[in-house]
């Protein structure tokens, strides 16, 4: 079993920037491939970055790239989520979400994630 949590989230303004964190328990951390997801009001929850298992390959959205940045720290069991150049659209609930699969492929779908965090919300004000 792993338990995430995030942290970082809050209200920023336009052009402004944030960092989530997500802090996994296990000490199989390193063997897990990571993600963040996020869910605005009335929408699906939608892939925003992934990273694999030994940090080798990378992933964003269209809707983020050159502006979001994920890294892990396997010796702090950490996974982050670098936000700049927030927009208003970026407003929304941010999941991190793991699975334990040692592949360099980065996994954009919510359904190859089992373990989930409870979220935290990134408010952007225009």
């Known amino acids: 079993q792993v338990q995430l949590v995030e942290s970082g989230g809050g209200l920023v303004q336009a052009g402004g920037s944030l960092r989530l964190s997500c802090a996994a328990s296990?000490?199989?951390?390193?063997?897990?491939?990571m993600g963040w997801f996020r869910q605005a009001p009335g929408k699906e929850r939608e892939f925003v970055s992934g990273?694999?298992?030994?940090?080798?390959?990378?992933y964003y959205a269209d809707s983020v790239k050159g502006r979001f940045t994920i890294s892990r720290d396997n010796a702090k069991n950490t996974v982050y989520l670098q936000m700049n150049s927030l927009k208003p659209e970026d407003t929304a609930v941010y999941y991190c979400?793991?699975?334990?699969?040692?592949?360099?492929?980065?996994?954009?779908?919510?359904?190859?994630?089992?373990?989930w965090g409870q979220g935290t919300q990134v408010t952007v004000s225009a």
């Open positions: 979400a793991a699975v334990g699969v040692r592949s360099p492929r980065v996994l954009v779908s919510q359904s190859e994630y089992n373990y």
């Open positions: 296990g000490r199989t951390f390193s063997s897990y491939a």
């Open positions: 990273i694999s298992w030994s940090g080798g390959s990378t």
